[in-house]
């Protein structure tokens, strides 16, 4: 189990695939997943960088479609290529959920188009996937995506009008030119259909613009060792379930303790139980809210926060368990575990509940007290509206309408508080959506 705790470098990837590598990674073996993990993860943060448009957003989106596509591996039923492709829809469909509210440009347009055409479009245009390969993921045909595609192009370049019609092999050959660095319009001379097909070609030049050269090493690093850390914990449950329990041959007498030997025998007990408490402590870290370890990852956050006695840290701590609790209820939500993504809303709020209770708390109102203050604010603002979407689209709708009472209960709550924390809320349209609030002089 250690071996998956080390830091993870990247590998260099080669054409060849192992025919094996999902079976041996759905064993959660160290080289599959790492072979898998590096197929992909240049290409997936930097479709994911183009979407969100901040460095950051990126690398939170990259590693959650890891984490997901890790949770989906036992079910998963293909080969290296389907994984790497499934992996790359994980990752345009977090972006989708988080785009970013641009004034202008092309990430503006891009947030105005459905989901599909959304994923459509990071697959094909920024994460180089061409139809045939995209057909059976999105259950289409591979001329519906060329239309379709084509319907999205149009949207994007701020007009209408869809693409069914004409054979658009040509224009996906022109598009694949265009994606390899060719000038749209030099492409645009031998394509026929659509008529407005410079246009489009150009949408095409803006939309790779958006990607950058290549995946940072430091986030590369990240990524991957936060995938194979998750995967440590899988790979020591695996074990337990798949193996029996090892017996020594050969011992056919019965050998009676001695009290040198009970001494000795507890004393090396003393060190496993400390071994191996800090090696659940570590995993723990790690788990999900369907894991096993995870009562003794909430366990070991309820003894930080009752050792932190300093209000304003502890306040700052609280924050941060809100936005993994945040974290939790998204993945519970896009599994559609609909009990356990109210669970963790529920604890999530909690969490911000006491955060702001612990800066009325604070004797001084500082820079830090008003740093902490503002990423409870921060965090406060967060909407719940794409968990909600989630769970409706998994068939929750009785989790989704608690969680949209929680959110409800939570901002009706946190009026008060925010008043005696010196935040003037500006005045809130009745459409259900609280408006972000605004941080005023701290009082005193």
């Not at 949770?71 to 389907?82: E, I, K, M, Q």
């Not at 449950?237 to 011992?251: E, K, Y």
């Not at 209960?409 to 809130?428: H, I, K, N």
């Amino acid at each position: 189990m250690s071996e998956f705790l080390r830091v993870a470098q990247p590998a260099i990837i080669t054409d060849f695939i192992d025919a094996t590598l999902v079976a041996r990674a759905q064993r959660y073996e160290r080289d599959a997943l790492a072979g898998l993990c590096d197929r992909s993860l240049d290409t997936l943060y930097r479709m994911c960088a183009a979407l969100a448009g901040d460095p950051d957003a990126a690398e939170s989106i990259a590693a959650a479609a890891l984490l997901k596509a890790l949770d989906g591996l036992p079910g998963f039923d293909g080969g290296a290529g389907a994984f790497h492709i499934w992996v790359l829809r994980l990752g345009a469909s977090g972006a989708s959920r988080r785009r970013p509210q641009a004034e202008n440009g092309i990430r503006a347009a891009l947030a105005h188009l459905t989901n599909f055409d959304y994923e459509l479009v990071s697959l094909r245009l920024l994460a180089d996937i061409d139809v045939d390969h995209l057909a059976p993921v999105l259950n289409a045909q591979p001329a519906s995506l060329r239309a379709w595609l084509v319907t999205a192009l149009r949207e994007l370049d701020g007009r209408t009008g869809t693409g069914w019609g004409p054979d658009l092999r040509s224009f996906d050959g022109a598009l694949r030119e265009v994606a390899d660095g060719a000038d749209p319009e030099q492409v645009a001379e031998h394509v026929t259909v659509p008529g407005d097909a410079p246009a489009l070609l150009r949408i095409v030049r803006d939309l790779r613009g958006l990607l950058d050269e290549t995946v940072p090493p430091a986030v590369a690093t990240r990524l991957r060792t936060t995938l194979l850390a998750a995967a440590a914990e899988r790979r020591a449950l695996w074990v337990h379930r798949h193996h029996a329990v090892a017996t020594v041959p050969g011992i056919d007498r019965r050998r009676y303790s001695t009290r040198t030997g009970t001494v000795a025998a507890l004393a090396v007990a003393g060190v496993l139980a400390v071994v191996v408490g800090s090696v659940l402590a570590v995993l723990s870290s790690f788990a999900g809210p369907t894991s096993g370890l995870y009562e003794l990852k909430r366990s070991g956050e309820s003894i930080l926060l009752a050792a932190n006695l300093d209000p304003v840290d502890r306040a700052g701590l609280e924050v941060k368990l809100a936005e993994t609790r945040d974290r939790e209820a998204e993945d519970m939500a896009g599994l559609g575990n609909g009990d356990l993504a109210v669970q963790a809303v529920d604890s999530r709020f909690t969490m911000l509940r006491a955060a702001g209770h612990d800066l009325l708390l604070a004797s001084a109102h500082d820079a830090r007290w008003r740093a902490a203050r503002d990423r409870y604010l921060k965090e406060s603002d967060v909407q719940m509206t794409s968990i909600e979407r989630d769970l409706q689209a998994t068939g929750q709708a009785r989790s989704a309408a608690e969680v949209q009472q929680l959110a409800t209960q939570f901002q009706a709550d946190r009026q008060p508080v925010d008043s005696d924390l010196g935040v003037t809320p500006p005045p809130q349209p009745d459409t259900g959506n609280p408006a972000p609030t605004q941080p005023a002089a701290p009082p005193g």
